[in-house]
């Protein structure tokens, strides 16, 4: 429920990365501000600022979105996961789950800047399409301008992520690292 904060700012919840998290946004916050600046997550990367670049991709309701076309208003009550919570924490440290590590193995990523919103367009894309052609892939990614890597190794990365996981459901085992 939204409480007015003494002026035109409102308070609004979303579970972010599976918790509830509250913070306040106007009218015209963009989602992608409301998370970096008012939550603190900032994983999620701004570029082009309209819907260009993919730079701000951030899953809501497990769906890929550029949150600099969404309003934070727009995702009260529900789940938007970003970057952080791809990881898992293993004690003290963030264990990196198996597509963060299949782009490290492929050096798919060199200064980063695009990446976290790649990886969860490439979240979204293989929980939708668990067996898909490079072809596949590579229209998926056509959606996000990195400037420094080269897209060859983002592609073997995402291809490699996703024979795993097959063999791996082949197998019974559900993880994902
Ligand atoms: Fe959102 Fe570029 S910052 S698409
Ligand atoms: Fe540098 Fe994509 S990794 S722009």
Redesign the pocket.
């Known amino acids: 429920m939204r409480t007015l904060d003494g002026g035109d700012r409102e308070y609004i919840v979303i579970h972010l990365n599976g918790k509830a998290r509250t913070g306040a946004c106007d009218s015209r916050t963009l989602l992608v501000d409301f998370l970096r600046h008012e939550l603190g997550a900032t994983g999620t990367h701004v570029g082009c600022e309209h819907g260009v670049c993919g730079a701000c991709t951030v899953l809501v309701e497990g769906v890929a979105v550029r949150s600099c076309l969404m309003l934070a208003a727009q995702a009260e009550d529900l789940r938007v996961d970003t970057v952080e919570g791809l990881a898992r924490a293993e004690g003290l440290e963030a264990v990196m789950n198996d597509l963060q590590a299949a782009f490290k193995r492929h050096h798919a ?7 976290p919103g ?1 990886l969860m367009t490439c979240s979204d894309f293989l929980a939708r399409v668990p067996d898909p052609t490079e072809q596949q892939v590579r229209e998926t990614l056509s959606g ?6 080269g897209y060859t190794n983002i592609v073997r990365a995402v291809l490699e992520t996703a024979r795993a996981r097959l063999a791996r459901h082949s197998r019974g085992d559900t993880g994902n690292a």
């Open positions: 990523l060199q200064c980063g800047f695009c990446t790649i996000h301008l990195c400037r420094c890597t």
